[in-house]
């Protein structure tokens, strides 16, 4: 008998991540194939290498290319690590695709992280694959909840955890000096000056504790994309520090489990790595100096005990999270993904799966649907679009277009503001 393959769908490096991740707890002797959807986020070579889930097989497409794949019907199971819009565009249009068939893969949705906002909106798109998988007990309660609600099978959403939560327990060591990690995010703050105000905090921590290294954990190189646009990037803003940064302020990139490793404090406004620092019981402290805001994320550890600004950090503080609230979110489980496996056997064992039916029809919300699948390439039959004349290419060759024309357009700009500009206005005033 050949061996059982899972197929991932992902479209950033951080869905990547937790995509693959799914599949190697719910079926590790299973074959696994990526299928990276073509976007603006689509991972580089090294972001890949820097999660380090090697897959066995891999290609490019875009969303509307998966509906005729062939060997995609084959798998035996398909986690769907993508934003929630494309998990119903691919439910809709692969349940049409795969209607005839004695055999379709078990399908699998959830969240990259934390679910802090638009949980009804994400939710309600990832309903009507066979797992929606909740990554805490309180997530599962409340995504059942809805289900029922809406008349969704509740079954389908199973408790778990977040697939990245593991690493050694955390043990100082007089080894390497005692090292504090401020993980960034993309898009958390937005503005360039938050930003470069928590650097500024960090290199000033960094200056007041010299005996410490104080690394600033990147998401990306430059150029990069990552799930969220990253407008202003920390390694730009080091050159926009107030003094020159102190010899032990170091930017770190790699893997975020080999850089716990040697962390004794984790810093960050809402990162999921706070999560793993947390699952391995090194002290974290999660951000304040902007507010606890809904905006920012942080709001969903008011209950952690691990609320901190940059003057707390500065005085020594070492939080580490209440224990119920930890348990809570799925932190510190023996096998979180017990019960997924277990559903998958089940579904298997039943026989031929029925038909996929997303949520969202094009009777109860064709409006909303069919803006969702136009923009994911399918018509309202679930087929892929014809391509407009003149898109012919990959995703990259339309970067890189979009690149050229934008640096068109930023010299007319600086053309007509430096020159036209006051040429007019002296005109203007004879």
């Not at 719910?26 to 976007?39: G, M």
């Not at 407009?388 to 503001?417: D, E, F, I, N, Q």
């Amino acid at each position: 008998m050949p061996p059982g393959r899972v197929a991932v769908l992902a479209d950033s490096d951080t869905r990547w991540k937790w995509g693959a991740s799914v599949a190697r707890q719910l079926a590790p002797e299973h074959a696994l194939d990526a299928y990276f959807l073509s976007s603006r986020s689509t991972p580089t070579e090294r972001q890949l290498a820097e999660i380090g889930i090697v897959p066995d097989t891999r290609r490019e497409t875009p969303a509307a290319g998966l509906v005729d794949d062939a060997e995609l019907a084959d798998a035996d199971l398909v986690v769907l690590a993508v934003a929630g819009g494309t998990v119903l565009a691919l439910v809709h249009s692969l349940g049409r695709a795969w209607a005839d068939r004695e055999h379709r893969p078990v399908t699998v949705s959830g969240y990259v992280g934390v679910v802090y906002e638009k949980m009804v909106d994400g939710l309600l798109t990832r309903a009507g694959t066979d797992l929606v998988l909740a990554n805490s007990g309180h997530d599962h309660r409340r995504f059942r909840s809805v289900f029922e609600s809406v008349d969704v099978d509740p079954d389908s959403v199973v408790e778990c955890a977040l697939p990245f939560l593991s690493g050694a327990p955390y043990r100082p060591s007089a080894d390497r000096p005692f090292t504090v990690t401020f993980a960034v995010q993309p898009s958390v703050p937005k503005d360039r000056p938050s930003r470069l105000g928590l650097l500024e905090r960090a290199a000033a921590h960094a200056r007041l504790h010299p005996e410490r290294l104080v690394l600033v954990k990147l998401r990306s190189l430059p150029g990069e994309q990552t799930t969220h646009v990253e407008a202003d990037p920390y390694q730009h803003l080091v050159d926009s520090l107030a003094a020159p940064a102190p010899a032990n302020l170091q930017l770190a990139y790699g893997n975020m489990g080999d850089v716990l490793d040697r962390t004794d404090l984790l810093v960050t406004v809402s990162s999921t790595a706070a999560l793993e620092s947390m699952h391995r019981r090194i002290p974290t402290a999660i951000l304040t100096d902007f507010g606890v805001r809904e905006a920012h994320g942080n709001h969903y550890f008011v209950h952690s005990g691990c609320l901190a600004s940059w003057d707390d950090i500065d005085a020594g503080t070492l939080p580490q999270p209440d224990p119920e609230w930890a348990a809570a979110q799925g932190i510190g489980k023996s096998d979180p993904y017990a019960a997924a496996r277990a559903r998958v056997a089940a579904l298997r064992a039943a026989g031929p799966l029925p038909p996929l039916r997303p949520y969202y029809t094009a009777q109860s919300a064709g409006i909303y649907l069919g803006t969702i699948l136009r923009h994911n390439g399918f018509d309202e039959e679930g087929r892929p679009l014809p391509a407009p004349l003149g898109t012919a290419g990959t995703g990259r060759m339309k970067k890189a277009v979009r690149r050229v024309a934008r640096r068109g357009a930023k010299k007319l700009y600086r053309v007509g503001h430096q020159r036209l500009a006051p040429a007019l206005r002296r005109w203007g005033a004879v």
